[in-house]
C-alpha cells in the first residue's frame, strides 16, 4: 500500500531549495532553469536538472532524469512513497512520467500557463479516469522558480536582439 510522504513545512522548504540548487546548476550550463529532488523516507535520493541541450534529448527534463535516477537507485520501476519536488510545473510528458512511477506526491513551484499538465493547462496527476492519482501541492517557492526562468529567457532574448 503507497503511503503519502509527510512533511513540515521546513522540509518541504529545504526539498524546494536543493530542487531550485538543481535549476541553478541548470542556468549555469546554458539549460532552462528547471531542478528537481525526489524523497523517500526523509532522505534525498535523486537529484537532477535539465540536459535538454546537453545530451540533445527531447526528454530529459529533469523530473524524467530525477525519476530514472531513482529507479536505479531503488531497483524498481516502482517510486511509492516517494515524493517528487520541482521547479516548475511538470509538462504532460512529465506529468505521464510520474503517474507511470507510481509517485505518490508531487511539489512544484512556479506554475505554466504554456506547458503545465498538472494544474494550469490540464489536471493530468489528479485525473479520476487513470489507474494513479497524485497528491499535488502548487506554488512552493514559485516565485524564485519563475525569477530564474524569467531571467534565462531574458537573456536569450538580449542575445537575440543584439544579434540584429
Request: aromatic share 6%; charged share 25%.
Given at each position: 500500500?503507497?503511503?503519502?510522504?509527510?512533511?513540515?513545512a521546513?522540509?518541504?522548504?529545504?526539498?524546494?531549495?536543493?530542487?531550485?540548487?538543481?535549476?541553478q546548476?541548470?542556468?549555469?550550463?546554458?539549460?532552462?532553469?528547471?531542478?528537481?529532488?525526489?524523497?523517500?523516507?526523509?532522505?534525498?535520493?535523486?537529484?537532477?536538472?535539465?540536459?535538454?541541450?546537453?545530451?540533445?534529448?527531447?526528454?530529459?527534463?529533469?523530473?524524467?532524469?530525477?525519476?530514472?535516477?531513482?529507479?536505479?537507485?531503488?531497483?524498481?520501476?516502482?517510486?511509492?512513497?516517494?515524493?517528487?519536488?520541482?521547479?516548475?510545473?511538470?509538462?504532460?510528458?512529465?506529468?505521464?512520467?510520474?503517474i507511470?512511477?507510481?509517485?505518490?506526491?508531487?511539489?512544484?513551484?512556479?506554475a505554466?500557463?504554456?506547458?503545465?499538465?498538472?494544474?494550469?493547462?490540464?489536471?493530468?496527476?489528479?485525473?479520476?479516469?487513470?489507474n494513479?492519482?497524485?497528491?499535488?501541492?502548487?506554488?512552493?517557492?514559485?516565485?524564485?522558480?519563475?525569477?530564474?526562468?524569467?531571467?534565462?529567457?531574458?537573456?536569450?532574448?538580449?542575445k537575440?536582439?543584439?544579434?540584429?
Amino acid at each position: 500500500m503507497t503511503q503519502i510522504p509527510i512533511f513540515s513545512a521546513e522540509q518541504i522548504d529545504y526539498f524546494m531549495q536543493v530542487a531550485l540548487n538543481e535549476a541553478q546548476l541548470a542556468d549555469e550550463a546554458g539549460e532552462v532553469p528547471i531542478g528537481a529532488v525526489i524523497v523517500k523516507d526523509n532522505e534525498i535520493i535523486a537529484r537532477a536538472h535539465n540536459h535538454r541541450e546537453a545530451h540533445q534529448l527531447a526528454t530529459a527534463h529533469a523530473e524524467l532524469v530525477a525519476i530514472e535516477s531513482a529507479n536505479h537507485i531503488l531497483n524498481s520501476w516502482r517510486l511509492e512513497n516517494t515524493a517528487l519536488f520541482v521547479t516548475l510545473e511538470p509538462c504532460i510528458m512529465c506529468a505521464g512520467a510520474i503517474i507511470n512511477a507510481r509517485i505518490p506526491t508531487v511539489y512544484f513551484g512556479a506554475a505554466d500557463s504554456k506547458g503545465g499538465g498538472t494544474r494550469s493547462l490540464y489536471h493530468l496527476l489528479e485525473d479520476d479516469r487513470l489507474n494513479h492519482r497524485v497528491e499535488v501541492h502548487p506554488d512552493i517557492r514559485a516565485s524564485e522558480g519563475g525569477r530564474l526562468l524569467q531571467d534565462f529567457f531574458g537573456k536569450i532574448r538580449k542575445k537575440r536582439q543584439s544579434k540584429k
